[in-house]
């Protein structure tokens, strides 16, 4: 067993190493710097809370200071997200070194892990009286049943909303769990880290890179365009979040296709991912076409430090609507138009497309509007019908793609979901055919 978890450990590090690989090194030490000390003093807040109610004077230090420390946590990363794992500690994926002092039981993951709490969430400022109740819930008995629910029900009492609370985490993350990971679990968390970034951009905090950056690997460790990923239905997601998977799915496997080192790949997915915050600006030049590219430059600009990640993000957001034609224009900002516009098409507010049309727009506006060279390499990437295209066979049935192209020999013939059956039937989820195996194209179906 020790050595089980010593391995899952190790690959845990191993995988937040590669998603903190193109930071910036002075914002990793502005977070331990800050992150330790918010977490040896919340460590030492609660355990106070064994021996002294949350209303006693020895608290009045110790919560002013509790209270500074998130505050300036804040100003780097935005929303906060404190997660601990065995006995240790994380603040937005960054792991921190135990309180000095901390042995077997008495790390905060223990006093948290008593109220089946593995993580907290910080969404805004706390005052000293709201530090108080919450030292003071987590320094107590847990309940006897369903401890987490009772701490959560008694902020929401007391009118605490900023603070969400998540169950006990366990390590994981080797190169085969995540493969293995739920595809639907991968797309819901970076859909909400997403909208997370709007909302830190809309209120003038800083964006939370290393969040994404980590999800990027778990999606590049998945494959951008694994089949399960067009399964997955965009209902009940955000529009802008799904968009942005979509664009970081497109980017990530033209560098990809295109040979570039895992770390440039990741760059990548976090550009695409952040290349629409503009539009979470709350001012009305911020929602034009141009306006939205430089509200999101300004927003990217927040976050300190400067390094190429964030060089690739800003032009990213800056240039993802400009032409190449007359423009000597940054690489990730050829890829993101292709991969944006390509997404765009399929709109139904703008034109809506079928995705073999979309790649006969882009194909029709190499060159001017697109770069030639990229343009064909997505279309060799995406196949003849990509993901999503709705095919009719020659037996009668409707197939909905979902692969893209896996071989010259395969261009024309993806992995496909049967979606209708020949008296126009719904056919239930979970049934596939691979079109070069099994089945002959009549042709696309534009609309269904």
Same mark, same amino acid.
């Given at each position: 067993?020790?050595?089980?978890?010593?391995?899952?450990?190790?690959? #845990?590090?191993?995988? #937040?190493?590669?998603?903190?690989?193109?930071?910036?090194?002075?914002?990793?030490?502005?977070?331990?710097?800050?992150?330790?000390?918010?977490?040896?003093?919340?460590?030492?807040?609660?355990?106070?809370?064994?021996?002294?109610?949350?209303?006693?004077?020895?608290?009045?230090?110790?919560?002013?200071?509790?209270?500074?420390?998130?505050?300036?946590?804040?100003?780097?990363?935005?929303?906060?997200?404190?997660?601990?794992?065995?006995?240790?500690?994380?603040?937005?994926?960054?792991?921190?070194?135990?309180?000095?002092?901390?042995?077997?039981?008495?790390?905060?993951?223990?006093?948290?892990?008593?109220?089946?709490?593995?993580?907290?969430?910080? *969404?805004?400022?706390?005052?000293?009286?709201?530090?108080?109740?919450?030292?003071?819930?987590?320094?107590?008995?847990?309940?006897?049943?369903?401890?987490?629910?009772?701490?959560?029900?008694?902020?929401?009492?007391?009118?605490?909303?900023?603070?969400?609370?998540?169950?006990?985490?366990?390590?994981?993350?080797?190169?085969?769990?995540?493969?293995?990971?739920?595809?639907?679990?991968?797309?819901?968390?970076?859909?909400?880290?997403?909208?997370?970034?709007?909302?830190?951009?809309?209120?003038?905090?800083?964006?939370?890179?290393?969040?994404?950056?980590?999800?990027?690997?778990?999606?590049?460790?998945?494959?951008?365009?694994?089949?399960?990923?067009?399964?997955?239905?965009?209902?009940?997601?955000?529009?802008?979040?799904?968009?942005?998977?979509?664009?970081?799915?497109?980017?990530?496997?033209?560098?990809?296709?295109? *040979?570039?080192?895992?770390?440039?790949?990741?760059?990548? =997915?976090?550009?695409?991912?952040?290349?629409?915050?503009?539009?979470?600006?709350?001012?009305?030049?911020?929602?034009?076409?141009? =306006?939205?590219?430089?509200?999101?430059?300004?927003? #990217?600009?927040?976050?300190?430090?400067?390094?190429?990640?964030?060089?690739?993000?800003?032009?990213?957001?800056?240039?993802?609507?400009?032409?190449?034609?007359?423009?000597?224009?940054?690489?990730?900002?050829?890829?993101?138009?292709?991969?944006?516009?390509?997404?765009?098409?399929?709109?139904?507010?703008?034109?809506?497309?079928?995705?073999?049309?979309?790649?006969?727009?882009?194909?029709?506006?190499?060159?001017?509007?697109?770069?030639?060279?990229?343009?064909?390499?997505?279309?060799?990437?995406?196949?003849?019908?990509?993901?999503?295209?709705?095919?009719?066979?020659?037996?009668?049935?409707?197939?909905?793609?979902?692969?893209?192209?896996?071989?010259?020999?395969?261009?024309?013939?993806?992995?496909?979901?049967?979606v209708a059956r020949p008296d126009g039937s719904p056919v239930p989820a979970g049934h596939y055919v691979d079109l070069a195996q099994h089945g002959q194209v009549r042709g696309v179906v534009r609309a269904r």
């Amino acid at each position: 067993m020790a050595d089980e978890l010593a391995r899952a450990q190790t690959s #845990l590090e191993r995988a #937040l190493n590669r998603a903190r690989a193109g930071e910036d090194r002075v914002l990793m030490a502005q977070i331990r710097e800050r992150g330790e000390q918010f977490v040896n003093l919340f460590n030492g807040v609660v355990r106070m809370g064994h021996i002294h109610s949350g209303d006693n004077h020895a608290f009045d230090q110790p919560v002013q200071d509790l209270k500074k420390a998130l505050e300036g946590l804040a100003t780097v990363l935005g929303r906060v997200h404190l997660v601990t794992v065995e006995d240790q500690v994380y603040i937005n994926d960054v792991r921190m070194k135990p309180p000095a002092g901390t042995g077997p039981g008495k790390h905060l993951g223990a006093e948290l892990n008593k109220h089946n709490i593995g993580g907290l969430s910080f *969404g805004g400022e706390l005052s000293t009286d709201d530090w108080r109740v919450v030292v003071g819930l987590l320094g107590g008995r847990p309940a006897q049943q369903h401890p987490r629910n009772a701490i959560a029900k008694a902020l929401d009492e007391k009118g605490i909303k900023t603070i969400e609370l998540s169950g006990i985490f366990r390590f994981r993350m080797s190169a085969d769990e995540v493969a293995n990971s739920d595809v639907f679990s991968l797309v819901r968390r970076i859909v909400q880290q997403v909208d997370e970034t709007w909302d830190n951009v809309a209120t003038g905090r800083q964006v939370n890179v290393l969040a994404l950056r980590r999800l990027v690997v778990e999606l590049q460790q998945f494959g951008p365009h694994h089949e399960h990923l067009f399964v997955v239905p965009p209902q009940g997601h955000s529009v802008h979040g799904w968009h942005a998977l979509r664009v970081a799915q497109h980017a990530m496997s033209m560098t990809q296709a295109l *040979g570039f080192s895992p770390g440039l790949q990741q760059d990548y =997915g976090v550009a695409a991912l952040t290349h629409d915050v503009g539009y979470a600006v709350p001012l009305p030049q911020a929602h034009s076409l141009k =306006g939205h590219c430089y509200a999101g430059v300004r927003g #990217l600009l927040r976050q300190v430090g400067f390094h190429e990640a964030k060089l690739r993000r800003i032009f990213g957001a800056l240039h993802h609507h400009t032409d190449v034609g007359g423009h000597k224009l940054p690489l990730v900002a050829r890829m993101l138009r292709i991969a944006e516009d390509y997404e765009n098409f399929q709109r139904a507010d703008a034109g809506g497309l079928t995705p073999p049309d979309a790649l006969s727009r882009l194909a029709g506006g190499a060159g001017q509007t697109y770069d030639p060279v990229l343009v064909q390499v997505f279309i060799n990437r995406l196949g003849q019908f990509p993901p999503g295209t709705l095919l009719g066979l020659e037996d009668g049935h409707v197939v909905k793609s979902i692969s893209v192209a896996r071989s010259v020999q395969t261009f024309a013939q993806p992995l496909s979901m049967v979606v209708a059956r020949p008296d126009g039937s719904p056919v239930p989820a979970g049934h596939y055919v691979d079109l070069a195996q099994h089945g002959q194209v009549r042709g696309v179906v534009r609309a269904r």
